[in-house]
T-cell receptor, first 113, second 115 residues
Framework: AQKITQTQPGMFVQEKEAVTLDCTYDTSDPSYGLFWYKQPSSGEMIFLIYQGSYDQQNATEGRYSLNFQKARKSANLVISASQLGDSAMYFCAMREVSRDMRFGAGTRLTVKP | EPEVTQTPSHQVTQMGQEVILRCVPISNHLYFYWYRQILGQKVEFLVSFYNNEISEKSEIFDDQFSVERPDGSNFTLKIRSTKLEDSAMYFC?????????????FGPGTRLTVL
């Protein structure tokens, strides 16, 4: 069964510092995609970054990078140089070839000035 | 940049009433989805739709729910007889190709409040 685990219900980080949000997953399918979405207080779901299971390199998008450790089945999101506007809920999600996207419980990030 | 749109942004209804939530996916996208997020909880998959039929649905998507693509642009979620526990944010999403690992793009959501 597909399962996404985000063990940190809440995280705090000082402005301009880096923060890592954890995500582990469980799948027996060799082909899958891992996604991170940001949900600000306004409620919309904003796509941040994607990692395919066959990608050799970790994905990066601006200040976002995905620390993909396939053997450990983890896909942690790293946000560098945190900004106040990064305060939001962050959801990790996975989709296998034969299934649709499933989400973790989310991590609420608060950036302190 | 093209985006998924949803209307209304907020819907308030009485228990037992029917509601229709509307979505306009990105125009060249072929796969459409509805998700639900109860306040403070995680996003839950409801249903996926491709080629004018449901391709997958979750246990949440019971007989009270239905989806339709009435024309070439709209994708709707109907709840026939709303219950208090249907109060949630409902997200529509779409993706473009048959590549299962494509990114899904979400609409801004419709907040449904059932009184």
């Amino acid at each position: 069964a597909q399962k996404i685990t985000q063990t940190q219900p809440g995280m705090f980080v000082q402005e301009k510092e880096a923060v890592t949000l954890d995500c582990t997953y469980d799948t027996s399918d060799p082909s899958y995609g891992l996604f991170w979405y940001k949900q600000p207080s306004s409620g919309e779901m904003i796509f941040l970054i994607y990692q395919g299971s066959y990608d050799q390199q970790n994905a990066t998008e601006g200040r976002y990078s995905l620390n993909f450790q396939k053997a450990r089945k983890s896909a942690n999101l790293v946000i560098s140089a945190s900004q106040l506007g990064d305060s939001a809920m962050y959801f990790c999600a996975m989709r296998e070839v034969s299934r649709d996207m499933r989400f973790g419980a989310g991590t609420r990030l608060t950036v302190k000035p | 940049e093209p985006e998924v749109t949803q209307t209304p942004s907020h819907q308030v209804t009485q228990m037992g009433q029917e509601v229709i939530l509307r979505c306009v996916p990105i125009s060249n996208h072929l796969y459409f989805y509805w998700y639900r997020q109860i306040l403070g909880q995680k996003v839950e998959f409801l249903v996926s739709f491709y080629n004018n039929e449901i391709s997958e649905k979750s246990e949440i998507f019971d007989d009270q729910f239905s989806v339709e693509r009435p024309d070439g642009s709209n994708f709707t979620l109907k709840i026939r007889s709303t219950k208090l526990e249907d109060s949630a944010m409902y997200f529509c999403a779409s993706r473009v190709t048959s590549q299962a690992l494509d990114t899904q793009y979400f609409g801004p959501g419709t907040r449904l409040t059932v009184l």
